[in-house]
């Protein structure tokens, strides 16, 4: 059987030199691998078929450090499931997931303490304040927070004069600011930054200036050298970043671009 191709060339925009673009080969899948880089994620030939319904297949990504990954697609096309596996959380039907030049199932710990995944929704407990939501889980991720951090982190969101507030009592809209938090922790130039954001509709209850800020956010993420994957129903924001476009369609045919925005 004859397998489809990701990415063809003909969807792809004439690109600015990059240095990624050095090392990476043709995507798709008749091609073979590109060269590996320091933190960089791969996946080659992932399915997945929860319930034995198939829901994606094929799906090959190459995203190199400063870059972001747009996941688009249709109500049920597999965004979020697409995220929870390249995120270790949900084992796929087959297929292989590579960081930094290396399978995942071989530095789970390694990939655990690189990471940031913040999921549709704010994952946050009602009956515990905004900070010791933040600094459980920094501790569920291997991280230390204490609770002047927390309180830094918390305040570059606009959520200084509620870090002591229960959960319960907050909008949704700073709801989501606390879960977003996690971003703000670690100026992203330190080593202890995270290395691999993936957020699911990051962008949902937020008003203009909380989506401004943080698209400043994940601007200076990417410029630092991380990762991003990321889904929004919203329009795309200017990150200022090689940006990769994955359109989840039907189960053996997706659609692969490449963009600087």
Not at 116 to 121: E, S, T
Request: proline share 7%; net charge positive.
């Amino acid at each position: 059987r004859q397998r489809p191709t990701l990415g063809a060339a003909a969807h792809r925009p004439a690109l600015p030199a990059h240095p990624a673009a050095q090392r990476r080969l043709t995507l798709g899948l008749s091609s073979p691998i590109a060269v590996p880089t320091p933190m960089s994620l791969q996946s080659r030939q992932l399915a997945l078929a929860p319930g034995g319904r198939l829901l994606f297949d094929h799906v090959d990504i190459d995203v190199e450090p400063g870059e972001a990954l747009h996941v688009a697609g249709r109500n049920g096309s597999g965004k979020t499931s697409l995220l929870r596996v390249l995120c270790g959380l949900t084992p796929p039907l087959r297929g292989e997931l590579h960081w930094q030049g290396q399978p995942y199932a071989q530095q789970r710990d390694a990939f655990r303490q690189a990471l940031v995944y913040i999921g549709h929704g704010a994952g946050l407990k009602d009956d515990l304040t905004l900070g010791e939501n933040l600094r459980l889980a920094c501790a569920l991720s291997g991280r230390a927070c204490s609770r002047d951090d927390a309180r830094r982190a918390l305040s570059r969101l606009g959520l200084a004069d509620r870090v002591d507030a229960l959960v319960r009592t907050l909008s949704q809209g700073q709801r989501r600011r606390g879960a977003l938090a996690r971003l703000a922790l670690a100026p992203p130039a330190l080593p202890t930054a995270p290395r691999l954001l993936v957020l699911d509709e990051p962008f949902n209850a937020l008003d203009q200036e909380s989506t401004d800020l943080l698209s400043r956010l994940l601007s200076s993420h990417l410029a630092s050298g991380a990762i991003l994957v990321y889904t929004t129903h919203q329009a795309a924001p200017a990150l200022g970043a090689r940006t990769h476009a994955l359109r989840l369609s039907a189960p053996q045919s997706h659609r692969y671009e490449t963009e600087t925005c």
